[in-house]
Each structure stands twice: as structure tokens, then as C-alpha cells.
């Protein structure tokens, strides 16, 4: 695969799950703009793997050992499930986790568990490869939450509605009363919005240049939604000197740059986005010193996967953080590619691959 290959959609073999293990069947998988950073070569990955990582299933087997989940659970896959064993882990900083059970892509000889039918081995992407019909993880990459969850929904939940809406809660921390300004309205950046709402903070600033999704976020409760050029001059008069809180949710070093520029003295920039692995970000360290910002990265929302998953979840299905919004199509599998083409046009939030009769 690559820029200008498409995906190939193959058949192929899954082991039955070993002990620690659970066989799911994909419900639905979000198509996320990490597999377009993998297809388009700006993370060095190995490629001969089952793309996705935001999904959920429906468990149908589970590995000897295996507690949690039970069959027929609905698990929302997530793809760093820790170790528990590490530093990172010991210090209850799980989206740190020196060896997470999905690393590699599973490619190791004795992580693989999925074949081609010649018998070749696949890796699978952060260890649950989603846009499958079905996948063996590890049982702590599958987390269940309340049945009533929208399948469509659940699979968002395994990476861009946590990552934002983490990102609010866990890595900054937004207050009652603080003002938020998220930059890049897409999947990430509404769920954050969503969660900088849903803690009632004071302002909004929504910043994308398409119309159609700064219109989203006055909709979903943005106080008001800029287009980049207007910031951070427009940022910095509305909020008086500079937001509380600025959250970069693209991944670009110009708006990692135009975040430091819209925060207030003694505010915090939290970077969500992933930058690519050569990119650099300037900054004015006279200024950043002189005004003691903070600057933070956030990983996967900061996410403790069994803590903050389930409530998530629950949040959805009580009505607090309307994360359907988000889905612009659900499509087939066999839409992938235009699914890909789409998010490189820009062109509208998040499709959502959906597997069995839902497609
Ligand atoms: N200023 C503001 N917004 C911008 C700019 C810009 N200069 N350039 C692009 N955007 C907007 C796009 O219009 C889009 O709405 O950023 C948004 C990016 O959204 P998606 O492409 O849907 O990306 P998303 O899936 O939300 O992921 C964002 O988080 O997890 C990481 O790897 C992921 O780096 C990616 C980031
Ligand atoms: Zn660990």
C-alpha cells in the first residue's frame, strides 16, 4: 500500500485465541487519520499489516485464562493495552507502557496470529488491526461497555472520541469556567470540543478553515468558530490576553506554532495531534520563559483504558457527549480507499467501516 496503491482486501486465516486471548467479530471501524499517516508513508511502519485501529466487536471466543471480556460482550479495541508490568505502568501512566500487547503490529513469529492462506504471516495494526471482520487481541485490548452503545459509536471510542475527549479531561484538565480554544475540527477535535462543553467551560474558540465544521461546533455548543487566519488575533480579543486552555488537534507544526501564540500568560498548550516524525515546532523560548506557558503532550487522551472507556460510553448513552455527530457515512469495506481519498480532500469528520448487515 502507499500514496498512490490502493488497500488490497484479502481472506485470510485467524489462529484460535491462546490463553490471555479473545476472538472478536468487528462490529464497526472508524477510519482514522493515523492509517492515512501509515498509507502515506509519513511514519516509518512495517506495512505488510491489517490496517485500522479504532474499532469494536462483538466477542465470540475467549482464550483460556480469560475473565474479562465475556462472549458476547460489546469491546471497544484499544491499542495500547499495557502491560501492566513496566515503569510506565507502575506509575498509573498506562498510555506510556513500555511494551504495549499490540507493539509491533503483532508481527513477532509468535504474536501473529492471522495468515494468509498460503500460510504467510500479517501483522495487525497496534495489535487489533479493526478493519477486519475478525480479529484475535489480547483480552486486555477488549473493553467492554454498555450494550446500548451505538456500534458506530463504540468503535470511535478505541481512538479519536478518547483521544479528544482525554485530552480535555485527563492531559489538561479543563475547569469549570476556563476558556478553550481546540484547533482542527476533525474526529479528534470534536469529541474534544464535546468533552470542553460537557465540563462546562466558560469560551469555546473552534478554529478550522472549512465552513461546514466550524458550523458543527457552533452547533454542538462552540462559543464561537474562526477560521486560522482570523487567529490568534481574534483568539487574543476574545478571550482578553489569551485562552486558559489550547488544544492543537491536527498534528501540524504551524498549528502547534499558532497554539502557543493563542494561549494567555500562565496557560497550557496541549499538543493532540501526531506531528510527523520529521517535523519541528519553533518557539519563542524568550516569550514561553517570560510567560510561563505549559506545554503538554498528550498520548492516546492520557487514557487508563478500563477507567475511562466504560464512562465514555455511559456518557454517550445518558446524552452528555453527543459523539454521533461525528459519523459523517457509515461504508463497506470495500469503500476504504475512497474513505482514505476523502480524508485527504478534507471532506467531512469521520466514516465509519461497518461490518455483516449493517453495511
Ligand atoms: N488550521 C486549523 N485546522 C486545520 C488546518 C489548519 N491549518 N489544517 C487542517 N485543519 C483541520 C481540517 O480541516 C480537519 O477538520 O484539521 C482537521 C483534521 O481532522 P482529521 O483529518 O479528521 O483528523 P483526526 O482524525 O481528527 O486526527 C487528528 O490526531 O490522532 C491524531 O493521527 C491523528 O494527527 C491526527 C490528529
Ligand atoms: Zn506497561
Known amino acids: 500500500m502507499g500514496p498512490d496503491r490502493p488497500l488490497s482486501i484479502e481472506s485470510f486465516t485467524l489462529d484460535a485465541p491462546r490463553p490471555g486471548e479473545v476472538l472478536v467479530a468487528m462490529v464497526a471501524s472508524g477510519v482514522c487519520r493515523s492509517d492515512l499517516h501509515v498509507v502515506d508513508g509519513d511514519w516509518a511502519r512495517p506495512t505488510e499489516v491489517i490496517l485500522g485501529h479504532e474499532g469494536a466487536g462483538i466477542v465470540q471466543a475467549v482464550g483460556e485464562g480469560v475473565a474479562n471480556p465475556r462472549v458476547g460482550d460489546l469491546v471497544v479495541l484499544v491499542w ?14 498506562p498510555w506510556l507502557c513500555a511494551t504495549p500487547r499490540g507493539g509491533g503490529h503483532r508481527m513477532a513469529a509468535d504474536a501473529v496470529r492471522a495468515r494468509r492462506r498460503d500460510g504467510s504471516p500479517l501483522g495487525v ?22 450494550p446500548r452503545t451505538p456500534h458506530d459509536v463504540a ?24 476558556s478553550v ?31 461546514g465544521k466550524r458550523a458543527l461546533a457552533l452547533e454542538l455548543g462552540a462559543t464561537a468558530a ?35 501564540g493563542c494561549v494567555r500568560p500562565g496557560g497550557t498548550v496541549t499538543l493532540v495531534g501526531m506531528i510527523g516524525q520529521a517535523e519541528r515546532i519553533r518557539i519563542d523560548g524568550y516569550r514561553f520563559v517570560e510567560d510561563g506557558i505549559r506545554l503538554l503532550g498528550s498520548n492516546y487522551g492520557s487514557l487508563v483504558p478500563e477507567r475511562d472507556i466504560p464512562r465514555v460510553a455511559l456518557d454517550v448513552v445518558e446524552g ?24 485527504r480532500r478534507r471532506d467531512g469528520a469521520r466514516r465509519v467501516v461497518m461490518f455483516g448487515d449493517a453495511a
Not at 80 to 93: D, I, L, M, S, V
Open 80 to 93: 495500547t493495552a499495557p502491560c501492566g508490568a513496566c515503569r510506565a505502568c507502575g506509575r498509573g501512566e
Open 125 to 146: 495494526y497496534s495489535g487489533v488491526g479493526t478493519h477486519a471482520s475478525h480479529q484475535v487481541v489480547d483480552a486486555a485490548a477488549a473493553i467492554t461497555v454498555d
Open 155 to 178: 468503535a470511535l471510542l478505541g481512538c479519536a472520541a478518547t483521544t479528544g475527549i482525554g485530552a480535555v479531561r485527563n492531559t489538561a484538565g479543563v475547569g469549570a469556567g476556563e
Open 181 to 211: 480554544v481546540i484547533i482542527g475540527l476533525g474526529g479528534v477535535g470534536l469529541s474534544a470540543l464535546m468533552a470542553a462543553v460537557d465540563a462546562q467551560a466558560g469560551s469555546v474558540i473552534a478554529i478550522d478553515p472549512e465552513a
Open 226 to 260: 474562526l477560521s486560522p487566519d482570523q487567529a490568534p488575533d481574534e483568539v487574543r480579543r476574545l478571550t482578553d490576553g489569551g485562552a486558559d486552555h489550547v488544544l492543537e488537534c491536527i498534528g501540524l507544526p504551524v498549528t502547534s506554532e499558532l497554539a502557543l
Open 320 to 343: 452528555r457527549l453527543p459523539l454521533g455527530r461525528l459519523v459523517t457515512a457509515h461504508i463497506p469495506l470495500t469503500a476504504i480507499d475512497d474513505a482514505l481519498a476523502a480524508m
